[in-house]
């Protein structure tokens, strides 16, 4: 059973709608207000729901460890820095949440995707936390490498919202995915805003069972993608970073994608 809330500043129910398989809240002439947040709740744990907060935002597959799930209305003139400037605009909003089919939780695809992870961890994974985030500037945010932007040729607010490190040396950005996977590749979308920016030319992926593997990008501006044997994690960290001897210091991360299956399918899965 699903149930889709609007909240209130005060915390009062504006409005909500139940269904067993999918449900929606949609307005056309309601403007959001300080304060309000979208509740998702759910009959069962630890289960994979598609949920799209605004039509904005596309909708994400996400795994809920808890039945009650909270995304705030995004009115803060800093935070909406990083999103659309659509996101919870006008008087007509559709709000939606829906059981996947399993074909969609069982194929080989980007499983550290997620357009609505937030800053703090929620409960929905996956989740991207780092050690630092340049000036607690959220088109900086380590959310914004999961969101599945990839736009990397220049820097700032969205559509080039990033991951930035404030020239910290021991920068790390992990993932969160909530549950045991199976991975085996990554893809790097390194910000390429030259000269403005740097790379990495050497950086560690380390995984739940503490094997590490080592991979050297170049400065090139499409997805870099390292393969590996298959590895069972509940997370991935990316760290290690080591920058390229240049005048720029400001090596930046657009997007990490995660390739794999969830762990229970991974059997079944032909990788060739």
């Avoid at 999961?146 to 607010?157: K, L, P």
């Avoid at 790390?172 to 909530?178: E, K, P, R, S, V």
């Avoid at 739940?208 to 993608?225: I, K, M, V």
Wanted: include cysteine; hydrophobic fraction near 35%; glycine fraction near 4%.
């Amino acid at each position: 059973m699903l149930t889709l809330k609007l909240i209130d500043g005060d915390g009062n129910v504006v409005d909500q709608r139940t269904h067993e398989n999918e449900t929606y809240l949609a307005y056309k002439t309601r403007e959001y207000t300080k304060g309000e947040k979208i509740v998702l709740e759910s009959s069962k744990i630890n289960c994979f729901i598609w949920i799209q907060v605004d039509e904005a935002i596309p909708a994400s597959l996400i795994y809920l460890t808890k039945k009650n799930w909270e995304f705030p209305i995004i009115l803060d003139t800093e935070l909406r820095r990083a999103y659309s400037t659509k996101i919870f605009s006008g008087e007509r909003h559709y709000i939606r949440a829906y059981l996947p089919k399993s074909y969609e939780i069982e194929n080989y695809r980007n499983l550290a995707l997620n357009t609505h992870d937030q800053k703090q961890e929620s409960g929905a994974y996956p989740h991207a936390f780092a050690n630092v985030e340049t000036r607690n500037d959220s088109t900086f945010f380590a959310r914004n490498a999961i969101d599945g932007m990839i736009a990397n040729d220049n820097h700032g607010s969205f559509p080039y919202q990033s991951w930035g490190i404030n020239q910290q040396p021991d920068a790390q950005i992990t993932i969160d995915f909530g549950r045991e996977i199976v991975t085996d590749k990554i893809s790097l979308v390194l910000r390429a805003d030259y000269p403005h920016d740097s790379f990495w030319e050497k950086v560690t992926l380390e995984f739940s069972n503490g094997e590490q593997l080592q991979f050297e990008p170049t400065n090139a501006a499409d997805r870099q993608c390292f393969s590996f044997k298959p590895i069972k994690t509940t997370m991935v960290s990316l760290k290690s970073l080591i920058k390229h001897q240049d005048e720029s210091p400001f090596p930046a991360l657009t997007e990490f994608e995660v390739y794999g299956k969830e762990s229970h399918d991974w059997e079944d899965f032909d990788n060739e």
